[in-house]
């Protein structure tokens, strides 16, 4: 049977942890009054995660915890990174497909000619 070990963080991780999580919040405040183009949603969403994994390190005691559930862990913000950027680039890149299926593919196809429009020639 394995013995389970806990560890105690001295108080001092704890309040720079704290102070690092209050640093980033302001930093998200303060970028969010700027705008960066499409660089705003990569910023937050670095900074969101460079916060929750010092959440995930130190306040749920990942850090010390079993690797494997470490490497889960990253192995997931990995996979869902992967997911959020193909949706981002199928979002940025929607303009250009909106302007090819907007214009006719072939303007000197038979159903664009004006004698052509009444039923009753067929």
């Known amino acids: 049977m394995t013995e389970n070990k806990h560890h105690i963080i001295s108080l001092k991780v704890y309040i ?50 079993n690797k494997i559930n470490l490497a889960l862990i990253i192995g997931s913000v990995l996979f869902l990174g992967t997911f959020i950027g193909l949706t981002m680039i199928d979002t940025n890149r929607r303009t250009d497909l909106y302007k090819i299926k907007g214009e006719v593919v072939n303007k000197q196809a038979r159903i664009y000619d004006n004698h052509n429009t009444n039923q009753s020639d067929h």
């Open 16 to 65: 720079i942890v704290f102070f690092t999580l209050l640093l980033m919040t302001a930093l998200t405040i303060i970028t969010a009054q700027y705008n960066f183009g499409s660089l705003n949603i990569i910023l937050a969403l670095v900074i969101a995660t460079f916060k929750s994994s010092l959440v995930l390190l130190f306040f749920m005691h990942l850090y010390y915890d």
